[in-house]
């Protein structure tokens, strides 16, 4: 199904050729031959295949089907849908049922969208390699030995081994667009406010968006403009946001290549020549390219962690052991229900964030951390929102490094510097997407990171079909 877009399977539904139920029995099947790589927490087939028995209905019989009849689509274990257990890969969440789909969700369903399984990812969506998870890794399927990234590492993995159309993850710094770099697909972070958070588990609010990982741009495209949108639920979504997305763009387009970032320091050698090399012999050719400055690289990293650790602080406050998920058992006090319950049912890494967090926070460092946090951010947007006046979008660097391996040791500051490409869009709030452009001489995909003006996701769209 990898070379089938969601047009071309439609065409083959409807001329009879095929069955929704044969999709979805390939998919099943491609999720049992892979399942080593523990991409998928929870299997939903009886559901899946009764869904798309309806479908085959329906259309053997001339009836009307949504424009996702046929698009199937794997959900990140931090996107809530009704009466299936949500945890966020995290054992505070425990065998927790979700009393509600996520608008996203919603709006898939109404289309006739078949939803197939729960995938790994991150605890909290925190973290670069799906190391973080409950349930332990997801491997990568280029090398079982490999992260697949993360923190959408199950969600990439389940489009690399073609078990559904489209993969819903979040991306809070990254999360969709790093992985897709680490498993050779496309991730799309949308603009900040294009669609309803309504069920998506908080990390950090103002980062927080929901992202797609996908083979095919154009179905991206057709997902993006079905689950967009502004929602009685989520204020932030913005009315913009209803306006339809289109990739048809005549115009010549005009490239700002963030020439500082393919220059970095932290960037692996290969990857910076083959990138080079990209823009040089693909994009020159096709578009106005030019060097877009930017100097400020260096605070992203301590300005994005700062912020989302302090966001993540409060959000993550309402696990305590009483309203969700798991309970610590004997305890003589709230209190040391509270304690236990979160010191047995937080992992590590995210327990690091909210004490981060809540000492950013705290009121004898307000002002040295949380403050001149929100201060840098200003100077980013304001230095993003000059250079899309200048341009129609950037290229920069998706991510420094290769896969890792997944015993490697990485301190977690050495981990957090290995997004420091990914975090910008999230701090200023642009859309961004991360295609492949290429393998390395070990066989690994290379990826390169497009950002454009709010509300024109339609331009990053349109490149990424050019170039592929
Ligand atoms: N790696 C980043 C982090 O750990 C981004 C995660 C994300 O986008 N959810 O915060």
Request: charged share 20%; with cysteine; hydrophobic share 35%.
């Amino acid at each position: 199904m990898k070379s089938n877009t969601l047009q071309n399977l439609r065409s083959q539904l409807f001329d009879g050729n095929l069955s929704v139920c044969e999709i979805v029995n390939y998919y099943l099947e491609q999720i049992d031959t892979h399942s080593s790589l523990n991409a998928y927490i929870e299997v939903w087939k009886d559901e899946a295949l009764q869904k798309a028995s309806e479908l085959d209905h329906k259309i053997t019989n001339g009836k009307e089907v949504g424009k996702l009849a046929g698009a199937v689509f794997s959900v990140k274990d931090v996107i809530c849908v009704e009466d299936k257990i949500v945890t966020g890969a995290s054992k505070i969440l425990d065998n927790y049922r979700s009393p509600f789909n996520a608008t996203v969700i919603d709006k898939i369903l109404q289309e006739d969208g078949i939803l197939i399984g729960r995938t790994n990812c991150d605890e909290f969506a925190m973290g670069s390699d799906n190391r973080n998870s409950f349930y332990g890794p997801a491997l990568n399927k280029l090398g079982e030995d490999k992260v697949p990234g993360g923190s959408s590492g199950g969600a990439a993995v389940s489009i690399q081994i073609d078990s559904c159309l489209v993969a819903l993850g979040s991306d809070t710094g990254g999360s969709v667009r790093q992985p897709a770099a680490f498993t050779g697909t496309i991730g799309i972070k949308p603009t900040y406010g294009r669609l309803s958070r309504y069920g998506l588990l908080a990390y950090a609010s103002s980062f927080d968006q929901i992202g797609l990982i996908g083979n095919h741009p154009e179905d991206l495209l057709t997902t993006l403009n079905i689950i967009s949108g502004t929602d009685i639920n989520d204020g932030t979504v913005s009315p913009t946001a209803n306006e339809a997305i289109s990739a048809t763009i005549e115009a010549k387009l005009k490239l700002g290549i963030m020439n500082s970032g393919f220059d970095h320091h932290s960037m692996d050698p290969e990857i910076r020549t083959f990138s080079k090399q990209f823009i040089e012999k693909t994009l020159q050719d096709k578009y106005t390219v030019e060097n877009a400055e930017f100097d400020l690289i260096d605070y992203v990293i301590p300005t994005y962690y700062i912020l989302t650790s302090a966001e993540a602080s409060a959000n993550l406050s309402r696990y305590d052991g009483v309203r969700y998920g798991y309970r610590a058992e004997n305890v003589k006090s709230l209190n040391e229900l509270y304690t236990k319950s979160r010191t047995q049912g937080f992992g590590k890494e995210v327990k690091r964030r909210i004490i981060t967090g809540t000492y950013v926070l705290s009121s004898g460092y307000y002002d040295a951390y949380y403050k001149r946090g929100q201060q840098a951010r200003r100077i980013l947007v304001k230095k993003i929102k000059s250079l899309m006046e200048e341009f129609d979008a950037i290229i920069c660097p998706i991510t420094p490094k290769f896969p890792w391996s997944i015993d490697e040791k990485i301190s977690p500051v050495e981990l957090y510097m290995s997004d420091i490409f990914s975090v910008l869009p999230n701090l200023t709030g642009f859309p961004a997407i991360s295609i492949p452009i290429g393998t390395s001489q070990n066989g690994y995909p290379i990826g390169i990171q497009i950002i454009s003006n709010s509300w024109e996701e339609g331009k990053l769209l349109k490149i990424a079909q050019d170039v592929l």
